[in-house]
């Protein structure tokens, strides 16, 4: 049975792990809420990798979401917004236990596939981006929006953004623009094209397959559906991409965009301008870290410390406000410019957090 199409009895879990023939299931469960990881869903999803990984009857582990309209549209936000609002401590506990999540996912010791159909964003591209074989359609639609919330692209989005050809991943990440299928092939974010109508019909392939499987068959059996397109709209505009988002600075990117009288590059600013000019700035020390680093979990490290001060920032909570509780979309940035920001107020997004750091767990 597909994710896809399927009826979702209200009595199911947020979140469904199950063995089908050679394959350990994983359903993420909340389809009204084009199924959002809430703090247990992470962990159950840890615990379903733990039985999946000492299981011999497993031989691949398959990631999809219930429903029509997507496989993960991110975290639990608001969730999150609140226990912002009175000083708590969800963000420390569910960044956590999430960034461990996306590092274990991307040793995972058995292949990992994931069904990136519809939209993918935030949370749910750290579930899925960091595994062995990502699977895209024609209906994907991928994002890190994250800097219109006054936050950055997380879940390892800073190693994956870095990774990206040329300036693309810098674009995508400063301006929160959606991917297509072919367009996350291009970034380096999924694999393959597979139609959203042949996605029954390989998740049955997959499911007969042996349970002493290699990556490389398990690539044989998706590539016999894959449509083999490798780009999408944006790797014709890399040229000019390259050439505006090179910079170091948001302000010299900024000048540049200004200095371009195209369509694509008013467009552009146009879209920058209404982000945090605070998120603006730390998302872009972070790629370009990032960009010198040699494994996600040093990024994953670096995306924790700028999280727990984002965390307890007015940006955040603001648009959270903007964009999820009063949907006004209209936020109020602070400070509103990106000339009023001072070194002294990037600082504390990359300073060492002592006993806070993020430590992984090398047993898993």
Same mark, same amino acid.
């Given at each position: 049975?597909?994710?896809?199409?399927?009826?979702?009895?209200?009595?199911?879990?947020?979140?469904?792990?199950?063995?089908?023939?050679?394959?350990?299931?994983?359903?993420?469960?909340?389809?009204?809420?084009?199924?959002?990881?809430?703090?247990?869903?992470?962990?159950?999803?840890?615990?379903?990798?733990?039985?999946?990984?000492?299981?011999?009857?497993?031989?691949?582990?398959?990631?999809?979401?219930?429903?029509?309209?997507?496989?993960?549209?991110?975290?639990?936000?608001?969730?999150?917004?609140?226990?912002?609002?009175?000083?708590?401590?969800?963000?420390?506990?569910? +960044?956590?236990?999430?960034?461990?999540?996306?590092?274990?996912?991307?040793?995972?010791?058995?292949?990992?596939?994931?069904?990136?159909?519809?939209?993918?964003?935030?949370?749910?591209?750290?579930?899925?981006?960091?595994?062995?074989?990502?699977?895209?359609?024609?209906?994907?639609?991928?994002?890190?929006?994250?800097?219109?919330?006054?936050?950055?692209?997380?879940?390892?989005?800073? +190693?994956?953004?870095?990774?990206?050809?040329?300036?693309?991943?810098?674009?995508?990440?400063? %301006?929160?623009? %959606?991917?297509?299928?072919?367009?996350?092939?291009?970034?380096?974010?999924?694999?393959?094209?597979?139609?959203?109508?042949?996605?029954?019909?390989?998740?049955?392939?997959? =499911?007969?397959?042996?349970?002493?499987?290699?990556?490389?068959?398990?690539?044989?059996?998706?590539?016999?559906?894959?449509?083999?397109?490798?780009?999408?709209?944006?790797?014709?505009?890399?040229?000019?991409?390259?050439? +505006?988002?090179?910079?170091?600075?948001?302000?010299?990117?900024?000048?540049?965009?200004?200095?371009?009288?195209?369509?694509?590059?008013?467009?552009?600013?146009? %879209?920058?301008?209404?982000?945090?000019?605070?998120?603006? =700035?730390?998302?872009?020390?972070?790629?370009?870290?990032?960009?010198?680093?040699?494994?996600?979990?040093?990024?994953?490290?670096?995306?924790?410390?700028?999280?727990?001060?984002?965390?307890?920032?007015?940006?955040?909570?603001?648009?959270?406000?903007?964009?999820?509780?009063?949907?006004?979309?209209?936020?109020? +940035?602070?400070?509103?410019?990106?000339?009023?920001? %001072?070194?002294?107020?990037?600082?504390?997004?990359?300073?060492?957090?002592?006993?806070?750091?993020?430590?992984?767990?090398?047993?898993?």
């Amino acid at each position: 049975m597909t994710a896809r199409g399927a009826a979702v009895e209200s009595s199911e879990p947020d979140l469904i792990a199950r063995r089908e023939g050679a394959v350990g299931v994983i359903r993420l469960n909340r389809p009204k809420a084009i199924n959002a990881v809430t703090l247990e869903m992470f962990r159950d999803v840890d615990k379903a990798l733990d039985e999946f990984e000492v299981d011999p009857e497993v031989g691949l582990i398959l990631l999809e979401g219930a429903g029509e309209r997507g496989l993960c549209a991110g975290g639990d936000i608001r969730a999150l917004y609140e226990s912002s609002q009175v000083g708590g401590d969800l963000g420390k506990i569910l +960044w956590r236990e999430e960034y461990v999540l996306n590092a274990r996912i991307a040793e995972f010791p058995k292949p990992y596939v994931a069904f990136m159909d519809g939209i993918v964003m935030g949370g749910g591209v750290g579930l899925s981006a960091h595994g062995r074989h990502r699977i895209v359609t024609e209906r994907t639609r991928l994002a890190m929006p994250e800097v219109g919330l006054g936050f950055f692209p997380d879940v390892g989005g800073t +190693w994956l953004l870095s990774r990206s050809p040329g300036e693309i991943g810098t674009y995508f990440g400063l %301006t929160g623009h %959606t991917m297509n299928g072919p367009d996350a092939i291009f970034s380096r974010f999924a694999d393959a094209v597979v139609p959203s109508g042949k996605l029954g019909a390989l998740r049955e392939r997959l =499911v007969s397959l042996q349970a002493r499987v290699s990556n490389a068959d398990v690539k044989n059996t998706i590539d016999g559906f894959a449509t083999g397109e490798t780009a999408g709209p944006v790797a014709a505009m890399r040229p000019q991409i390259d050439r +505006w988002f090179a910079h170091d600075r948001m302000q010299d990117i900024i000048a540049a965009l200004g200095a371009d009288r195209s369509e694509l590059a008013r467009s552009t600013l146009k %879209t920058l301008n209404e982000k945090s000019p605070r998120g603006l =700035v730390v998302a872009l020390k972070l790629l370009r870290l990032a960009r010198a680093s040699s494994s996600l979990q040093e990024c994953l490290v670096r995306e924790y410390r700028a999280a727990l001060q984002v965390f307890g920032s007015d940006d955040f909570r603001e648009g959270v406000r903007a964009a999820v509780i009063d949907k006004d979309r209209n936020p109020r +940035w602070s400070p509103p410019r990106i000339e009023d920001l %001072t070194p002294q107020m990037i600082a504390p997004y990359f300073a060492e957090i002592g006993a806070d750091e993020l430590v992984f767990d090398q047993t898993k």
